[in-house]
């Protein structure tokens, strides 16, 4: 499991101009598989503080992005959750609008699953086998043809006789990102066709991301909780979404076993189940101390209550940070307010 983790940072503006001043309640955008996470920690916080309760929205990380680096003050938010590492071309569009200051901030870990409804038999798929469902281009006979897979037995006679129909989130989700770099991409990048049409490494991974728009795949929005839903209605489909949602729904969904490991806690902790990645949260440095209990709620999301090995958010479905990593991220959501201090 990647466990690196970095801290953007910048020299913020001498002076803050008075449109940029942040407001006196906290605004949070962003991930869709965070957001359950956060959601908990912001009402925590609420009621055991004299600050207001933040306003948490689900926006998916790309859609959360957008607006976290939009620009400063009160009408835009202060917060931005992530299932990924915000990208260099994020980062440039905070620095644009004069977002020059930003903290990445790791709050624990997730695993991706492939869940149905119990009324079915689990699944029991490689990587391999579900890039061979979802990509847009396959091979067949030394070329890339469009999918022509209807059902997983056209994949592999030994799955079952089923048309493959997956919900799945859509472009602007962080979850999408993660699902295609390390589950296509792997699946695909060092294939001999795709090597041949694209010699060039960016554009392959490109091309090797690509899922299907002919039917199979569905775009479900980022409402992780109506995927499950339609899981429930639907026992032949299978369902995308992070380890918490299906942690919290184990009576009606089961995650599917991917390359012999089921997706449970222990699997995505260790490492040992392959669909795994990293949970952030962006802090928008210009408002620690301008948008009232901006730093406090950090410290509370990232405190032992909450994000630790035994912590409320645990309870929740997160997998929790190494002791040692934890304390790194606690020290640097400290170091916040010492900079704003001075």
């Not at 599917?256 to 260790?270: H, L, M, Y």
């Amino acid at each position: 499991m990647k466990k690196t983790l970095f801290i953007l940072t910048a020299i913020a503006t001498l002076a803050v101009p008075l449109q940029a001043q942040a407001g006196e309640q906290i605004q949070i955008v962003g991930s869709s598989t965070v957001y359950p996470f956060v959601t908990v920690a912001a009402e925590e916080f609420g009621n055991s503080t004299d600050f207001k309760t933040p306003i948490v929205e689900s926006t998916g990380t790309g859609g959360g992005f957008k607006l976290f680096c939009a620009g400063l003050g009160e009408k835009h938010p202060d917060v931005s959750n992530a299932s990924r590492a915000i990208k260099k071309s994020e980062e440039e569009l905070c620095a644009k609008n004069g977002v020059k200051a930003i903290t990445e901030v790791k709050i624990g870990f997730d695993g991706i699953v492939l869940a149905n409804s119990k009324k079915a038999d689990r699944y029991n798929l490689s990587k391999e086998q579900i890039f061979l469902a979802l990509a847009k281009k396959v091979p067949s006979e030394g070329k890339l043809i469009d999918n022509p897979n209807k059902s997983w037995s056209d994949i592999d006679p030994s799955l079952p006789k089923v048309k493959i129909e997956v919900y799945g989130p859509p472009t602007t989700s962080g979850t999408r990102d993660a699902f295609a770099e390390l589950v296509m991409e792997p699946s695909c990048k060092n294939l001999p066709e795709f090597k041949a049409a694209y010699s060039e490494k960016k554009p392959r991974k490109k091309a090797c991301h690509l899922l299907r728009e002919d039917g199979p795949y569905i775009e479900a929005g980022e409402n992780d909780n109506l995927i499950v839903q339609k899981l429930r209605s639907n026992s032949q489909a299978l369902g995308i979404f992070g380890f918490g949602f299906l942690d919290q729904n184990t009576d009606t969904v089961q995650g599917s076993v991917i390359a012999g490991k089921e997706p449970t806690f222990d699997n995505i902790s260790d490492g040992s189940y392959g669909i795994s990645r990293s949970l952030y949260v962006y802090l928008k440095d210009e408002h620690i101390g301008k948008t009232a209990g901006l730093q406090e709620f950090a410290s509370e999301l990232i405190g032992d209550e909450a994000a630790g090995e035994y912590g409320y958010l645990t309870e929740k479905g997160l997998i929790p940070l190494p002791a040692k990593e934890l304390e790194t991220m606690q020290g640097r959501v400290s170091a916040l307010a010492e900079s704003a201090s001075n």
